[in-house]
């Protein structure tokens, strides 16, 4: 009998010690406010915003300990509009922003596998705006901030300042570089291949990252600018107390298109923010584009000032304003080209709804809100 109360007593012991190696975190941030923005086709907006400075997202996340420094690890990530609660933004996916699962040690790295945020969205780090709204997706037209499918992720431990980050999505086809789509009439529009690695190197005031990406059509070309194309990144930040530099550059390449649509750009940035108080920063800086075969070019002056009324909680107020030259017609917002297929063929109705503003003309705006996390 008291053989068996000690082999009870070892097992629940055991099995105490085992949840407690196990954990599951619940998070999440909660972005709301007003946006005005004018230069719009049909003239100006006044509106209710979510996820203007950042996107309003829920997840979870967890590890469990397998010994030996291992770690088995997950996360599920959503994003939502957080004015009518649409998940996803209508498109039928509860995971939106992340869905993956893998392995962790502090020798070995990190290696996950399933849905992930492009490794493009490295820039996030680099980006004086932090990637709101408004920011180095503009310009780009949303080239930096897609999500992949299919995809297999490794970070890498920091090793004397240096870490490497890498990134393979497959297609999932027969046609190794493109979609299980290709040969259709979507194929075009669905995307093939993608892969992407990074080598950063940090130290106590300095970090830069050098970036290359490349993300593939339905068919395994380069045929989009915007959207199925290479993408060259060099970036840098500089802190010297409470004041901090960033700035990047950015080449696009697209050697597939068809269209006589535009395959090379340019792309910089550089921004400056002071930290007043622990409470209060102010954040001041500009983009700009060059885009060949009369694609134009466009600059984005913005500003931000945010005001922390707790660790997880504060308001932010952002103005900016886009100047086109006279073939260009970019938006404030990361807005697809209007004779993307985001827009459906010859779809006039579609065009006239975008928020790109008339070639030649400029556009302005502001958003205010509130952030807080969980």
Request: no cysteine.
């Amino acid at each position: 009998m008291m053989k068996k109360t000690l082999l009870a007593a070892a097992l629940l012991g055991a099995a105490v010690t085992a949840q407690a190696q196990s954990s599951v975190t619940l998070y999440g941030r909660l972005d709301a406010g007003l946006e005005y923005v004018n230069g719009l086709k049909a003239g100006h907006r006044f509106e209710a915003e979510s996820g203007d400075w950042g996107t309003s997202l829920f997840g979870m996340k967890g590890a469990e300990d397998l010994g030996g420094g291992t770690q088995a690890i997950f996360k599920l990530e959503s994003g939502f509009a957080l004015q009518d609660g649409q998940v996803g933004g209508g498109n039928g996916n509860l995971f939106t922003r992340y869905a993956l699962v893998g392995l962790t040690n502090p020798v070995y790295g990190t290696f996950q596998v399933g849905r992930s945020l492009f490794i493009s969205n490295g820039v996030w780090d680099f980006d004086p705006f932090v990637q709101e709204n408004w920011s180095s997706a503009s310009l780009v037209r949303g080239r930096n901030w897609p999500q992949v499918s299919n995809s297999f992720n490794y970070q890498s431990p920091s090793i004397a300042g240096f870490d490497f980050n890498g990134q393979y999505a497959l297609g999932n086809s027969t046609n190794f570089n493109g979609n299980a789509n290709a040969g259709t009439a979507s194929a075009i529009s669905s995307t093939g291949r993608a892969a992407g690695a990074a080598v950063t190197y940090n130290a106590s005031f300095l970090e830069v990252r050098g970036m290359y990406d490349e993300i593939r059509d339905g068919n395994g070309q380069f045929s989009n600018l915007f959207a199925y194309s290479r993408e060259y990144t060099a970036a840098a930040n500089l802190t010297f107390g409470p004041v901090k530099i960033q700035g990047a550059y950015q080449h696009l390449n697209a050697n597939a298109v068809t269209d006589g649509g535009p395959t090379s750009a340019d792309h910089e940035w550089l921004g400056v923010t002071y930290q007043f108080t622990p409470a209060a920063a102010l954040t001041a800086g500009g983009y700009h584009i060059n885009v060949n075969k009369g694609g134009g070019n466009a600059t984005l002056y913005e500003m931000t000032g945010t005001y922390n009324l707790s660790k997880r909680t504060f308001l932010y107020l952002t103005g900016a304003t886009v100047r086109n030259s006279s073939t260009a017609n970019f938006s404030l917002f990361a807005e697809a080209p209007d004779n993307s297929a985001a827009f459906g063929t010859n779809n006039a109705q579609s065009v006239a709804n975008s928020q790109n503003p008339l070639p030649g003309h400029s556009q302005s705006g502001f958003f205010t809100g509130i952030d807080h996390s969980f």
